[in-house]
Each structure stands twice: as structure tokens, then as C-alpha cells.
């Protein structure tokens, strides 16, 4: 037998998590390297993954099967296709940059302050969180996905209800008030989709007799498993309905800006560049290759409540006053976009999806990151606190506004490729809702500049004025993730090289084929 | 020879990498660097001009193709460069003034002590500007695009501590936005119509046109109408102009560099490098003339009223830029020519802007011209460059603009028929204002009265001006004096190039024959004859002159502007446009977010809350049993594993 690497990519930070709550209480900062560093070798890990992953080869690689519940055909089934070792390696990625960025976050408060944080339960948590998400990733068995699509949330639960953003307008009380309704509304939000996605998982048992996904996708494809119309299109929207909770999609979106605000800046990284894309990776692996046909019903309401969070998330945006909720309806917009690109069933489409994933990890984290950096330094998250930012400190106004420029999907950027792929993708079937879409790049480009000129132009103000630039391990956090901005916005290939022919096997499973240019038609 | 093109680009993209990455370490050197960086992409271009002047005209085509950008199924953009004689010409254009107004900038921005950032900018800009002119495929030319507003961007805004060059920074680019979606479109159009965007697939050549022909004329239009939005966002043409005249709050080499001479004009590199396309689009040429015409009118009409020298010239520029999608709209009729007076409108243009800016170095940054005056003894060399550039655009006979110009009023009479006759027309009174606008330019500035001495003595008899001479106390009264030699050098060249080009490009029709390969030319059917067209210019242009003599040579020019008529008064703001974009899009867009964000927090939120209402309640039950959260969940894990291990048991045993 090999070595199960797919395992040890995820009991690695799991083990690491118990470590890491188990370093003695005043070694504060032995727990934090060693979560640090156990972040980094899980990196490793999933590079090799990365590496040993064949594009050309068999859909799924690096399978793992082992009998688990017999008795309910519940097996340990893991394997990756090409989106899925994506966004592992996104997971595994960007979780070092979140520890290093949330280094202090979990220090004890200052003393006359009675709350105590426990700092080694603040990176356990971290690391527990990306073991769940890496399996969420790898699992093609439904109940095993389920499992831990479901477990995640109570490490997340206590990350943004026991740690919250320091720099709060209200008094300590009123901060662990609103702290204590986000995390609660996150949880509630989820447990919800959750519940309904478990009736959905036992009906599917009831029909199709096992969890396997590769046994029942190809049982669907061969049609050796008929489903009859409406049980499949309740199937669907079960498990839909918990994906769009998660990714969040237009009008589930609620609890993302109170969950994002509240937590410190890294959880909210992890939030919505990690946790939120197991809801849309799902959909692409779940929904489609279960259901084709009830995803081809569902794509027009799905297409428009895409294109709602698109516009919707984006007015938001622009009306916001909180530089984090600010980011939050941000995300939701680039969800809608994500959404949109994976259920336009085209090729560019999808595969622009999938980079989006990527690429929205990325972009966020490098805008989210630096805007939490700021906060940190001035103790308020109020748009109307700052000015002139870029005269005192010029690295972090310089960052910012990168991250403000990916966000904003500027050409040459990683997440322009993803956005405009989506948007041909989209275009090419419906015309009319691309178009639709495209506003969505004016807006984008208000909010990231309003964003930027209200606290990074015109005359400094006194608060900011002794405000220190990025310090060394800042800018070890935001560099590389520029760096790889550039590269991914210049050089995609290596991404849509491992994303393509996985694509290409989802199109054939909802029997899709992409429309042919007017002018070959014609022919 | 080809792979010299990617050197081009590279050259300042290392400039900007180099001097934005650097440190202060680079503070003493920044600027030779990048100066030297741009003078070697120069260099660079020269080498590949002499090259293709060596092949026959037929094979002055070189590409490049470095690598496969993105590869995904049924859709392909790569990074490949096409270097032609149309993108030779923006080449030589961009690197050469380019070269020059870097050399400008050392002095004009010496006591800036962030210019090493300034000439990161610079040379980011010149990046992007060649990128956009040598893509081989639309979406590389996106790049491009992008790349040049933002480096506009970054350059209006560069004293950002100004709330109005951040403001004016963001809404440049927010306008440019708008017209990037038309370029989106017009890309995706292209993508489901063709399944390709790259230049030689699409559009093949003048002579024997690509995939265009197969499509419909709809469609064409479509793309067409889609690629002037794009255009009118980025040369600042009507209905998307309003951002160039805030966009002077950028430093003045800025102004010259990338909104005269360069980016603005990237609008019409797009229509005639999409030429094949336009040409079975009829209905769209129109609507490209009728803009273009529109703006010339508009952008006049503006620089007639604004006493800011640079907002003035912005107006112009406006104006000289519709006179190119004018004649970029007249199809094979007018390529040509809209890219030859593209030519030397980037010498005079640029000319005159570095010539403000040398004004405003020696007048203490004053930027109101009823504050200047008899300037001439004071700065000769920037009078002269700066006169000469002024002969230049109004079309004196035998400088650049005379021919330039000429050419495209004479192709929009050749347009024929009621359509030749109204844009001829247009064009005609185009000129007349262009010579009175700049007249009163320089008149208020370099002849009459030395106006910028009142504020030293306030005459009693005038005491209004007396709170101005107060605000401008504070600062050193000015003493007009020539710039250094490292601005004065690029004036002087620019003047030659005023001067001459345009001569130089007409002779036996040199310019033609270079460029026709690419566009194709007609000669259209004129309903008067050349030598009439010419007289008739000549004879707007005396009117024009002579008019802004009669009001601003031969009387004082009042230091205070006066109240002036209803369309004076709205010229000043230039033509109420951003009045109406404050209340229909500003105030408009502020009440719309914010009747959302209250929608979404108390109907969205409200409703999906009160759907889940029971759960809510259960919520608040579970926090008073104080278990937390963890318990209750685990609880409910262990429920929803229960009920599915029960449900599975059942449907075996049935």
C-alpha cells in the first residue's frame, strides 16, 4: 500500500492542532511557531500533491478507499481531480499567511481587562479548521464530506466568537454583544443549510444505496440510476441550499458582513477565502455530477441570484462604512461571479470559476490582511477614521491598494483571467445576463477606490500621523501573496493546466457542450 | 529583429519595477534611471523602425510570440506583439515624447521629494502605453488599457494630499471604467462570434479582410458601437469626457505626456487598428463621426471659457482628439489622416503643455491665466516653443497642424453627400474656435498688461482684488524667470517637430504610403475641390484670431473674469455635464446605497431571520442553559448521525 498522502494532508494539521492547544499555557510563543510551522509543512505536503498530481491522468488521483460503516456503505473515500487539488493547495497556501498575520491577535488584552485569550487555542483552531477543509476537498464519499463539511463550523464558531476584532466603536460589553450575534447568526446560518443537506444526503442513500460519488456520478452518467424528476430536483436543492449558505449567495448572504466584521482580520480571511469555497467547490463536484439534469432546471433562478449578488453585493459595498464589511460585500459580489462562471456551463466558465476560487483566496486575503494591519494600528474599523494614510506609511498604502486592484479584477492581476473568463463563459450562453454582469466591474472599481482614497489620500489626519509603515513580518505575510498576484495574472497556465481536463469531465457529465462561434455555425 | 520588440516594453517595465521596489536608495538616481530606461526603449524602437524601412512595404509586419497566456478549452489568448507600421508609428511617438518629458520631468519636479515614485509612474505608463499599441489580440490590448489608467491613475492623484487630485485620480478612472466594459463586450462579442480576438484571425487585412466577413452587420455593429465606448472612455470623448479636465490636477509633464500626446489618443489607435470592423459596420462609422464631431464642437467651446491654462489646453485636446475619431470615422477616407494629425498633435500638444508647465515653474504654480500677462520678455525660449506650437494647432500655413488638419476637414467634405456637408462644417467652425481659444491663450498669457504685478500694488480703485492679493501674500510674489535647460531641450525639440512634421509627412505624401498598407486609403468623393477647402480654412482661422484679438489684445484683460453670458457661464463648467452627472449619477447612486444597505439590514436580513425564526428562539433557549454553544451542537451532530443511521436501517428493512 502507498503512503496515503491525501491523509496526511489533513491529519497533519489536525495532529498539529492538538499540539498545539497542548503547549503549556505560558509558552505562548512556542504554540505559535509550532502552528506556524506545521502550517508550512502541510504546505509541503500539499505541494507534493500538487506535483504528483497528473492533469492528463485519471480523473480521480492519489485515491484512498477504505470500509468504514459497512453496514450503511459509508466508506473513507478520498481522491482529487483537478479543481480539488486547486484549492488545496489555496488552503494549504494560505494558511501560513494567516497565522503569521494573526501572530498578536490572540496575545492577552492589556491588564485591566479581566477576558483571557487563550493564544494556543487560537492557532489549534486555525489548524483544526484547515484539516476539516482540506478533507472537505478530498472526500468523494458524500457522508464523509458531509461530516466535515458540517464539523467545520465549530471551530469557526469559537475563532470569531471568542476572538474578536479589537478595534470596535462600541464599549466592551456592546463589542461582545455584537460578536456573540455573529458568531451565533454564522452558526445558526449553517446548522440550517447543514440540516437540510442531511435529509438531502439520507434521501440520496435512500435511492442511489451508497455514499460513493464516483460510483453514483458514473451509475447517473451510464444510467444505470434513474432518479425520477423530482426526487433529483429535491435532492439538488438540499444540497444546494447548504452550498449556498456557505458560499453565500444572494439572499443567504447575511451573516458573512456581521461574521467577517467581527472576527479579527485573519479569521475573516479564513472565512472567506477558505471555509467559503468549500460551498462552491461543492457545488461544481456535488451538485453537477449528482444531479446534471436538475442543475440544467436550476440554472436560470441560480444564474439570476447570481447576478443579484453580483450588482447587490457591490451597491453594498459602496454603501458600507466598515472597512471590513466593506470587504465582506465585496466577497459576496465575487461569489456571485464564482456562482454565475459555474453554472453558465461552458468550459470558460467553469474553469474560470475554479481560478476564481484561487484567485478571490488570494486577492482577498492580501486586501483583508492589510486592512487589518490598519485597523490594528489605529483601533477602529470606521472608513471615516483614516486619511491620508499613504504620506505616513507608503509600503502599507502601496499594498493596500494592490489588494484594492486585484479586487477590483484590474488586467494583468491574477483575478481579471478568472473574471473575464467567467464573463465570456457566461456571455456565450446568456448574453444578457454577461452584459448584466460587466456592470459589476464599474462598481467594483467605485467601492476599491472610495475605499482607498477615504483612507489612504488627501490630508493626514492627526490620529494616523505616528502611524509606523509595514513591519518585517507584515510584509513577509503581504509580499509573496503580490508577488503571486502578478505571476497568476501574467502566467495562469500552471493553474488552468491542472483545472481544465477536470472541467472538461464536468461538462461531460451534465452533457453540456460549448456553444459554437456565430461564424464556424454559419458554416 | 523581432525579439527586439518585447525589449520595448521591458526596458520601462524595469524602470517602474526597479524604481517603485527600490527604496530611498534610489532617490539620487531615480530619475536618470528612468529616463535612461525610456530613452533606451527609444533606442530600441529606432533600431526597428531603420528595419522595416528596409523591407518592402508589404512585409513590414514583425510578431512575436512569447507565450501562451490563457490556454483554456475552446478559448485562447496568448502574449504575442505585432509590430507594424501602424504600431511603429505609436511607438516612436510614445517612446520619443516619452523620452523627451521624462528628461522634462527631472527638472520640472526637482524639488519633489517623491520623484522617484514619479518616474516609476512614468515609466509603468510608457509600459502599458507600448503594450496596449504592439498586443497582437484585444485582451493583451486590455492589458494594456488597463495598464495605462492605471498608471493615469496613479499620476493624476500623485499629490494626493490634494483632495482634488484624489478625487479627480478616481473619477479618471471610474469613467475609463464605463468605457472598459464596452471593451469587454466588444471582446466577448468577438469571442462567440469569431472563437478567437486575436488582430490576424479577425480582422485580417485591409485587402483581404478575416472572420469579419462572416458575420452579420448587427453583430459587426454591435462590436463596433461596443469599441467606441471604449474609445470615447479613454480619448475622452462625448458622453464620457468629463474626467479630462479634472485630470489636469495631475503634474504638468502628465499632462503633456499622457493626456495630449499618448494615452488619450489610445481611443483612436482603437478604431483604426479595428478598421476591418468598422468598415462593414456603416451605421457605427456614422455614430463614430457624430461623436467626433460633437466633441470637436464641445471640447472648443470649453477651452474658449476657462481661464486655467491647463484646463484651456484639455478642452483643446478634447477637441483635437474629436477631430481624429472624426476622421477615424470616415473610414478608408480618413485613417490616415486621423492617425497623422494624431502625430502632430502629440509634438504641439505636448509642446504646449510642457510650455504651461514652464510657465506655471516660473509664476509660483499659478495656473489662472488672467494672472499672467506679458510673459514674453520674461521666459523667450518657452514663448517661442510655446508660440510655435500655438501657430501649430491653429493651423498656420506651412506648420504641422496646417496640414493635418486640412487633410481631415478635406475628407469630411469627401464623406459626400448632406452627412460631408454637416461634418464639414463642423470641422470648419471647429477651426475658427481653435484659433480664437488659443489666441486668447496667448494673448492673456505672454502679451499684454503684467497682471501678476497687481497683486504686489492693489490700486484703492479696485478693492475686490484686494482679498486675493491677501490670500497670495502668503506666498512669494512671482518673479517670471526662464526654466532649466533639461526643460527648455524637450520644448525646443517639440517645436521642430511643430514645425516641421507635418511638412515633412505631407511631401509626396510620405505618410500615406507608409501607413495605407495598414488601413487601406480612398480618396472619397469631394463635392469641392481641395485648394477651396484650404482657402476656406485659412480664412476661419484669420476670423478666429482676429476675434480673440479684438476682445483680449487689443482691451485689458480684467483680472476677475467677468460674469459673462449664459453660454460662457456654462462653458466654465464645462457645459453643465458634471452637474448633471452629480445629480443624476452621484447623488442618485449615494440614495440608492443607501436605501440598500437599510433594506438589507432590516428586510433581507429580517426575512431570512424570520423564516428561521424558531431556530432563533431555540437559540436564545440554548445560550440561557449556559452549555455553550459546542454542547448544543454536538447534540444536534449527534441527532441529524441518529436519525440518518435510523433512516438507513428502516429502508433496508423495508
Not at chain 1, 453514483?216 to 426526487?231: K, P, Q
Not at chain 1, 486575503?365 to 507608503?394: C, E, H, N, T, W
Not at chain 2, 526596458?11 to 527604496?23: E, F
Not at chain 2, 492623484?157 to 485620480?169: D, E, I, L, R, V
Request: charged residues 15%; neutral net charge.
Amino acid at each position: 500500500m502507498s503512503f496515503p498522502l491525501l491523509t496526511a494532508t489533513a491529519v497533519l494539521p489536525a495532529v498539529g492542532a492538538i499540539a498545539t492547544a497542548a503547549v503549556p499555557a505560558a509558552r505562548r510563543t512556542a504554540a505559535k511557531w509550532l502552528a506556524l510551522l506545521v502550517s508550512l509543512a502541510t504546505l509541503a505536503l500539499a505541494i507534493t500533491v500538487l506535483v504528483r498530481f497528473d492533469p492528463d491522468g485519471a480523473r480521480y488521483q492519489l485515491t484512498e478507499s477504505h470500509a468504514w460503516i459497512a453496514d450503511f456503505g459509508v466508506r473513507y473515500e478520498l481522491g482529487v481531480d483537478g479543481i480539488g487539488v486547486a484549492l488545496l493547495a489555496l488552503t494549504a497556501l494560505l494558511i501560513p499567511f494567516i497565522i503569521l498575520a494573526g501572530w498578536h491577535d490572540a496575545d492577552p488584552l492589556e491588564t485591566g481587562s479581566r477576558r483571557w485569550r487563550p493564544t494556543q487555542g487560537f492557532f489549534a483552531l486555525i489548524l483544526a479548521v484547515e484539516a476539516m477543509v482540506i478533507i472537505s476537498f478530498e472526500a468523494t464519499d458524500v457522508f464523509l464530506f458531509y461530516i466535515f463539511f458540517e464539523a467545520m463550523l465549530i471551530p469557526m464558531y469559537f475563532l470569531i466568537g471568542g476572538f474578536g476584532d479589537r478595534a470596535h466603536a462600541g464599549s466592551d460589553e456592546n463589542a461582545a454583544a455584537q460578536r456573540s450575534y455573529a458568531a451565533v447568526k454564522f452558526l445558526l446560518y449553517n446548522l440550517v443549510g447543514g440540516l437540510i443537506m442531511l435529509a438531502a444526503v439520507i434521501g440520496l442513500y435512500v435511492v442511489a444505496g451508497n455514499f460513493s460519488l464516483q460510483e453514483i456520478a458514473e451509475a447517473r452518467a451510464n444510467g444505470t440510476l434513474d432518479m425520477a424528476t423530482n426526487t433529483e430536483r429535491w435532492l439538488f436543492l438540499g444540497f444546494f441550499f447548504a452550498f449556498a449558505v456557505k458560499a453565500p449567495l444572494w439572499p443567504l448572504h447575511t451573516w458573512l458582513p456581521n461574521a467577517m466584521g467581527e472576527a479579527t482580520a485573519p479569521v475573516a480571511v479564513l472565512i472567506t477565502a477558505v471555509v467559503d469555497k468549500v460551498g462552491t467547490f461543492a457545488m461544481l463536484r456535488f451538485c453537477l455530477q449528482l444531479f446534471p439534469e436538475a442543475s440544467k432546471w436550476a440554472t436560470p433562478a441560480i444564474l439570476v441570484l447570481a447576478l443579484i449578488s453580483i450588482v447587490y453585493g457591490a451597491l453594498l459595498a459602496v454603501g458600507q462604512r466598515d472597512i471590513k464589511r466593506l470587504v465582506a460585500y465585496a466577497s459576496i459580489s465575487h461569489f456571485g461571479f464564482i456562482i454565475m462562471g459555474i453554472f453558465a456551463m461552458t468550459s470558460q466558465g467553469q474553469s474560470g470559476a475554479t481560478l476564481y476560487m484561487v484567485n478571490h483566496g488570494i486577492s482577498t486575503a492580501a486586501l483583508m490582511l492589510v486592512a487589518g494591519f490598519l485597523i490594528s494600528r489605529r483601533g477602529s474599523r470606521l472608513i471615516a477614521d483614516y486619511g491620508g494614510v499613504q504620506k505616513v506609511a507608503p509600503v502599507l498604502a502601496g499594498t493596500f491598494l494592490i489588494g484594492g486592484l486585484a479586487t477590483l479584477s484590474l488586467p494583468g492581476l491574477a483575478p481579471f483571467v478568472s473574471e473575464f473568463l467567467v464573463l465570456v463563459g457566461t456571455f456565450a450562453r446568456y448574453p444578457v445576463i454577461g452584459i448584466i454582469a460587466t456592470f459589476g466591474i464599474v462598481l467594483a472599481a467605485l467601492y476599491t477606490l472610495v475605499l482607498y482614497q477615504r483612507t489612504m489620500t488627501g490630508p493626514v489626519k492627526p490620529e494616523v500621523s505616528a502611524m509606523p509603515d509595514l513591519r518585517m513580518r507584515e510584509l513577509v505575510v503581504v509580499a509573496p501573496l503580490v508577488v503571486l498576484l502578478i505571476f497568476l495574472g501574467v502566467y495562469p497556465k500552471p493553474v488552468t493546466d491542472i483545472v481544465n481536463p477536470a472541467v472538461k469531465s464536468t461538462m461531460s457529465d451534465v452533457h453540456k457542450k460549448d456553444p459554437k462561434p456565430e461564424v464556424e455555425a454559419a458554416k | 529583429m523581432e525579439n527586439l520588440i518585447a525589449l520595448l516594453i521591458a526596458a520601462p517595465l524595469l524602470g517602474a519595477a526597479v524604481l517603485l521596489t527600490g527604496g530611498r536608495r534610489l532617490d539620487a538616481v531615480g530619475h536618470w534611471i528612468g529616463t535612461l530606461l525610456a530613452g533606451a526603449s527609444f533606442v530600441f524602437g529606432a533600431i526597428l523602425f531603420a528595419d522595416l524601412l528596409g523591407k518592402d512595404a508589404e512585409h513590414r509586419t514583425l510578431t512575436q510570440h512569447l507565450w501562451s497566456w490563457i490556454p483554456v478549452e475552446g478559448f485562447q489568448a496568448d502574449v504575442t506583439f505585432r509590430l507594424d507600421q501602424l504600431s511603429m508609428t505609436f511607438v516612436l511617438l510614445i517612446t520619443g515624447v516619452g523620452s523627451l518629458i521624462h528628461l522634462y520631468s527631472i527638472g520640472y519636479m526637482e524639488h519633489d521629494e517623491r520623484r522617484r515614485r514619479f518616474f516609476g509612474y512614468l515609466n509603468l505608463f510608457l509600459a502599458a502605453m507600448l503594450l496596449l499599441v504592439l498586443a497582437d489580440n484585444y485582451l493583451l490590448l486590455y492589458v494594456g488599457w488597463e495598464g495605462v489608467g492605471l498608471a493615469s491613475y496613479l499620476l493624476i492623484g500623485f499629490w494626493q494630499h490634494k483632495p482634488s487630485a484624489a478625487t479627480a485620480a478616481k473619477k479618471a478612472f471610474l469613467v475609463n471604467r464605463v468605457g472598459d466594459m464596452g471593451l469587454s463586450i466588444a471582446i466577448m462579442l468577438m469571442f462567440t462570434t469569431f472563437g478567437t480576438f486575436a488582430f490576424g484571425p479577425v480582422l485580417g487585412s485591409h485587402e483581404k479582410p478575416g472572420l469579419v466577413t462572416g458575420a452579420s452587420e448587427a453583430t459587426l455593429t454591435g462590436i463596433a458601437l461596443m469599441l467606441l465606448l471604449a474609445a470615447c472612455g479613454k480619448s475622452a470623448q462625448v458622453p464620457l469626457q468629463s474626467w479630462l479636465g479634472d485630470a489636469m490636477e495631475g503634474p504638468t509633464p502628465v499632462s503633456a505626456l499622457i493626456h495630449a500626446a499618448t494615452m488619450v489618443t489610445a481611443g483612436v489607435y482603437l478604431i483604426v487598428r479595428s478598421a476591418n470592423i468598422f468598415n462593414l459596420a456603416p451605421d457605427a462609422q456614422l455614430v463614430v463621426t457624430v461623436v467626433g464631431a460633437v466633441t470637436l464642437l464641445f471640447g472648443a467651446i470649453v477651452g474658449c471659457a476657462k481661464d486655467d491654462i491647463k484646463k484651456a489646453l484639455a478642452g483643446s485636446t478634447m477637441s483635437q482628439i474629436g477631430y481624429m475619431v472624426l476622421a477615424a470615422g470616415l473610414g478608408p477616407i480618413g485613417y490616415v489622416f486621423a492617425i497623422m494629425h494624431l502625430v502632430t498633435h502629440g509634438f504641439f500638444k505636448a509642446g504646449l503643455f510642457l510650455g504651461a508647465g514652464s510657465v506655471m515653474h516660473g509664476m509660483n504654480d499659478e495656473v489662472d491665466m488672467r494672472k499672467y500677462g506679458g510673459l514674453r520678455k520674461y521666459m523667450p525660449v518657452t514663448f517661442v516653443t510655446f508660440g510655435l506650437g500655438y501657430l501649430a494647432i491653429i493651423g498656420f500655413p506651412g506648420l504641422s497642424g496646417f496640414f493635418s488638419k486640412d487633410k481631415i476637414i478635406e475628407a469630411a467634405f469627401a464623406k459626400g453627400g448632406t452627412e460631408g456637408w454637416i461634418l464639414g462644417a463642423c470641422a470648419l467652425l471647429g477651426a475658427a474656435i481653435t484659433a480664437f481659444y488659443m489666441t486668447r491663450v496667448m494673448l492673456m498669457t505672454f502679451f499684454g498688461e503684467e497682471r501678476w504685478r497687481r497683486s504686489e500694488t492693489p490700486s484703492p480703485a479696485e478693492p475686490s482684488v484686494e482679498p486675493a492679493a491677501e490670500t497670495h501674500g502668503e506666498h512669494a510674489e512671482p518673479h517670471p524667470h526662464e526654466s532649466p535647460r533639461s526643460m527648455t531641450i524637450p520644448m525646443i525639440v517639440l517645436a521642430f517637430g511643430s514645425v516641421f512634421a507635418g511638412g515633412f509627412f505631407s511631401i509626396g505624401d510620405r505618410f500615406l504610403h507608409w501607413l495605407e498598407p495598414v488601413t487601406g486609403h480612398s480618396h472619397g468623393d469631394a463635392p469641392i475641390s481641395a485648394a477651396t477647402v484650404t482657402a476656406a480654412t485659412v480664412t476661419v482661422m484669420v476670423v478666429g484670431v482676429t476675434i480673440a484679438w479684438l476682445q483680449y489684445g487689443r482691451r485689458p484683460v480684467p483680472v476677475v473674469a467677468p460674469r459673462g453670458s449664459l453660454l460662457t457661464r456654462a462653458a466654465r463648467r464645462d457645459l453643465l455635464q458634471d452637474d448633471f452627472n452629480h445629480v443624476v449619477l452621484v447623488r442618485g447612486g449615494e440614495h440608492l446605497t443607501r436605501s440598500l444597505v437599510y433594506v438589507d439590514h432590516t428586510l433581507v436580513d429580517g426575512v431570512v431571520n424570520g423564516t428561521a425564526a424558531s431556530v432563533g428562539g431555540l437559540s436564545g433557549r440554548m445560550r440561557k442553559l449556559q452549555n455553550g454553544f459546542a454542547r448544543s451542537y454536538a447534540v444536534s451532530m449527534f441527532g441529524g448521525a441518529a436519525i440518518l443511521v435510523a433512516a438507513t436501517l428502516l429502508m433496508r428493512a423495508v
